[in-house]
């Protein structure tokens, strides 16, 4: 049965946390053609190039995995650079790899992209942004989906990045997103954050989880997994022991996240996440970034790259402004664990 989902922009009065992965054998074209340059900038200038009318820009793209919040910041790069006026089809190719979920693929795709010596390459999620600033020094990388680009070590400091990288963070407001657990499940003393113990942005936002939630009283605890297969086994070892999962961003919870509704759910568990495809893959609620919007921000900076108009190194990392934080609550779910929605998470 499909979801039914409510997803509703708050005017809350928040200005704080603001913010907080198919190898694609099918990928674009990425050859390049023969009227674009490559310069040999350092690596602290990135790659500038003479834009001329009949420039046509070669991106690769390296995402980590396929889900709903890494999908939609793909769409929106996609629609920002459109709006800069750089589109497939007209003077935009795209080699999009995908790499399924494996840290070991993103370095050959990171490979593989530099090979090809793109004007460009978008990294979507920690993993895959590491590889690729592994790999290359020169060419000019933009990221997103990256919590903290700078704690990630991809850039010297997210106000200055200093690096070829640049792009935007998907740091989530966990602050609210912990008040919005209590909201929901008033009850709830011990609280369980579940992530992948591998992944460097789910470690930081469980550390800020564990602050916020203690802040307000509870008792937070870790419930990690290093693989998809070991996810059904921890939630289910959290029977009984926890009132409620938080679920940050985390990109292999995300994948499995209909895994861990099916447990959590037919056990009365309920299951707050980092953002809204995870409720609609059966969490109960969510406030936080459109991962969409997150994507033509990012697509925004490429396009000032691309075009010579800003360097990786002077860029800033890029956050969401508080009007794009959104509430999501799955209606099936609350109503299936028995939680009435609050009248003051609906604005009208």
């Given at each position: 049965m499909k979801k039914k989902i409510l997803s509703l922009t708050l005017a809350l009065a928040l200005a704080t946390s603001l913010?907080?992965?198919?190898?694609?054998?099918?990928?674009?074209?990425?050859?390049?053609?023969?009227?674009?340059?490559?310069?040999?900038?350092?690596?602290?200038?990135?790659?500038?190039?003479?834009?001329?009318?009949?420039?046509?820009?070669?991106?690769?793209?390296?995402?980590?995995?396929?889900?709903?919040?890494?999908?939609?910041?793909?769409?929106?790069?996609?629609?920002?650079?459109?709006?800069?006026?750089?589109?497939?089809?007209?003077?935009?190719?795209?080699?999009?790899?995908?790499?399924?979920?494996?840290?070991?693929?993103?370095?050959?795709?990171?490979?593989?992209?530099?090979n090809d010596q793109d004007d460009l390459i978008l990294a979507i999620?920690?993993?895959?942004?590491?590889?690729?600033?592994?790999a290359t020094s020169d060419i000019p990388i933009v990221v997103t989906a990256v919590t903290d680009p700078a704690e990630s070590g991809l850039v010297k400091s997210n106000d200055t990045p200093?690096?070829?990288?640049?792009?935007?963070?998907?740091?989530?407001?966990?602050?609210?997103?912990?008040?919005?657990?209590?909201?929901?499940?008033?009850?709830?003393?011990?609280?369980?954050?579940?992530?992948?113990?591998?992944?460097?942005?789910?470690?930081?936002?469980?550390?800020?989880?564990?602050?916020?939630?203690?802040?307000?009283?509870?008792?937070?605890?870790?419930?990690?997994?290093?693989n998809s297969n070991e996810i059904q086994q921890v939630v289910q070892s959290l029977v009984g022991k926890v009132s409620a999962i938080y679920a940050p961003t985390d990109n292999m919870i995300a994948a499995g996240m209909a895994t861990v509704a099916m447990v959590a759910n037919e056990n009365n568990l309920p299951v707050i996440c980092g953002e809204s495809g995870m409720v609609e893959a059966g969490g109960l609620a969510t406030y936080g970034?459109?991962?969409?919007?997150?994507?033509?921000l990012s697509g925004a900076q490429a396009a000032k790259i691309l075009k010579g108009e800003e360097k990786p190194a002077d860029m800033p990392i890029e956050y969401l402004d508080a009007t794009k934080l959104q509430v999501s609550v799955n209606e099936e779910v609350a109503k299936q664990l028995g939680i009435e929605i609050p009248a003051d998470l609906v604005t009208k």
């Open positions: 913010a907080a992965c198919n190898s694609s054998n099918t990928a674009k074209d990425s050859a390049s053609t023969a009227d674009t340059t490559q310069n040999e900038d350092t690596a602290s200038e990135g790659k500038t190039e003479e834009v001329t009318d009949d420039t046509v820009y070669n991106i690769g793209v390296c995402q980590l995995v396929q889900h709903d919040a890494l999908d939609a910041a793909y769409n929106g790069f996609v629609d920002g650079l459109k709006e800069a006026g750089i589109e497939e089809g007209k003077n935009l190719k795209i080699d999009y790899q995908n790499a399924q979920g494996e840290q070991a693929n993103c370095a050959t795709i990171a490979s593989k992209l530099v999620a920690t993993p895959a942004a590491q590889a690729c600033a592994n200093g690096t070829n990288v640049t792009g935007t963070s998907d740091l989530n407001p966990i602050d609210e997103q912990m008040d919005l657990l209590l909201k929901l499940v008033p009850d709830a003393k011990k609280v369980a954050v579940l992530y992948c113990s591998s992944e460097t942005n789910s470690k930081i936002q469980a550390e800020m989880a564990k602050t916020a939630g203690e802040a307000l009283g509870l008792e937070v605890i870790d419930a990690t997994v290093s970034i459109d991962y969409y919007e997150l994507g033509k």
